[in-house]
Nanobody, 126 residues
Framework: QVQLVESGGGLVQAVGSLRLSCVGS????????MGWFRQAPGKEREFVAA????????YYKDSVKGRFTISRDNAKNTVYLQMNSLKPEDTAVYYC???????????????????WGQGTQVTVSS
């Protein structure tokens, strides 16, 4: 079982930046594919970014490419989401997620991730 704890959310003005962090439990963090997802009120949870086990493979939602960067530090059991040039439409609860260690490449589908954090609110004002 993997426990994930997100932090770093908050209120920011448009074009501002935030960095989200997600710390995972356990000694095998480097064997997990990690993803960031978000859910706005009244909408389904959607993929934002994902990163492979050693940080080489990275995938992004089209609307965040060039603005968001996913990274990981396996020595610290942590995955990050650097968010720049934020827009009001980025407002949502952001969740990090981990697979069971079986994905060979990062995935965009939420159901392929087994473990989820509690979420952190990101609010972007115009």
């Amino acid at each position: 079982q993997v426990q994930l704890v997100e932090s770093g959310g908050g209120l920011v003005q448009a074009v501002g930046s935030l960095r989200l962090s997600c710390v995972g439990s356990g000694r095998t963090f480097s064997t997990y594919t990690m993803g960031w997802f978000r859910q706005a009120p009244g909408k389904e949870r959607e993929f934002v970014a994902a990163i492979g086990r050693i940080g080489f493979n990275k995938y992004y939602k089209d609307s965040v490419k060039g603005r968001f960067t996913i990274s990981r530090d396996n020595a610290k059991n942590t995955v990050y989401l650097q968010m720049n040039s934020l827009k009001p439409e980025d407002t949502a609860v952001y969740y990090c997620a981990s697979d069971r260690g079986t994905l060979t490449i990062p995935a965009r589908v939420p159901s392929l991730y087994a473990y989820w954090g509690q979420g952190t609110q990101v609010t972007v004002s115009s």
